[in-house]
């Protein structure tokens, strides 16, 4: 079986840190990219960040550029997200995904597996 277990949200005050986990199994990692996604309470899910394993290379949206780094152990088995900076528009659930990397785009449709979601809240 496909399993994405995200961890690692919580609360935390403006201009903080987390740093999400996602634990991937059950897919040949080297044909897949590894996202993480968010939403936001109203809005739809959007891609902050992805790992295209086949050529090792790392995305980010302009948004949390010089905030967040995207990130994993050797294998890429556990992904994480370190963010920094935190600001209160990144509060939203987030989700680690997997999408066959013939196939992703930057849609969340395009990602055929998905973690169970963590949520992270920014105070201002």
């Known amino acids: 079986d496909v399993q994405l277990q995200a961890s690692g949200g919580g609360l935390v005050q403006a201009g903080g840190s987390l740093r999400l986990s996602c634990v991937v199994s059950?897919?040949?990692?080297?044909?897949?990219?590894i996202a993480w996604f968010r939403q936001a309470p109203g809005k739809g899910r959007e891609k902050v960040s992805c790992?295209?394993?086949?050529?090792?290379?790392?995305q980010l949206e302009d948004s949390v550029k010089g905030r967040f780094t995207f990130s994993g152990d050797n294998a890429m088995k556990t992904v994480y997200l370190q963010m920094n900076d935190l600001k209160a528009e990144d509060t939203a659930v987030y989700y680690c995904?997997?999408?066959?990397?013939?196939?992703?785009?930057?849609?969340?449709?395009?990602?055929?597996?998905w973690g169970q979601g963590t949520l992270v809240t920014v105070s201002s």
């Open positions: 995904a997997a999408g066959d990397t013939r196939m992703v785009d930057n849609t969340a449709r395009s990602y055929e597996y």
């Open positions: 059950g897919i040949t990692i080297e044909d897949y990219v």
């Open positions: 790992f295209i394993n086949k050529d090792g290379t790392t």
